[in-house]
């Protein structure tokens, strides 16, 4: 059995190194949850955690946590520039192309970096 996710978006990587190491078993767990799924959906282009919530319809805090494992797992990264009147509220975005998971004797999850623009 084969899961295949693609998003529907041809955005860059941000600041992520391509190769950069996912955390295949916290992606499994990630893709087993509707609102995470929800948030890396939504990802496609940098937001807010504000923006995230209101546009998935669930409660920030929720959010938080969901976004920090997202990033953890290396489907999304922070995108935050930097600007000259202080900091502003972090972004995120996706950086995976597509997430397969495949299941057979073991479970294997491939997520494939976007490509920079």
């Not at 955690?49 to 319809?57: A, R, V």
């Not at 000259?84 to 995976?96: F, L, R, S, V």
């Not at 294997?108 to 970096?113: F, P």
């Amino acid at each position: 059995m084969s899961h295949t996710f693609q998003p529907q978006s041809d955005g860059g990587n941000g600041d992520r190194q391509l190769g950069e190491c996912f955390d295949p078993e916290l992606v499994i767990e990630l893709l087993d949850d509707d609102e995470a799924v929800a948030l890396f959906q939504t990802a496609t282009e940098p937001m807010t955690i504000q923006q995230l919530t209101e546009k998935c319809d669930i409660p920030q805090s929720t959010a938080y946590r969901k976004v920090d494992k997202l990033t953890e797992a290396g489907l999304l990264i922070e995108t935050t520039a930097k600007r000259p009147d202080g900091d502003p509220p972090a972004q995120y975005q996706q950086c995976a192309e597509a997430v397969t998971v495949t299941v057979g004797e073991d479970i294997d999850a491939v997520c494939a970096d976007l490509l920079p623009e």
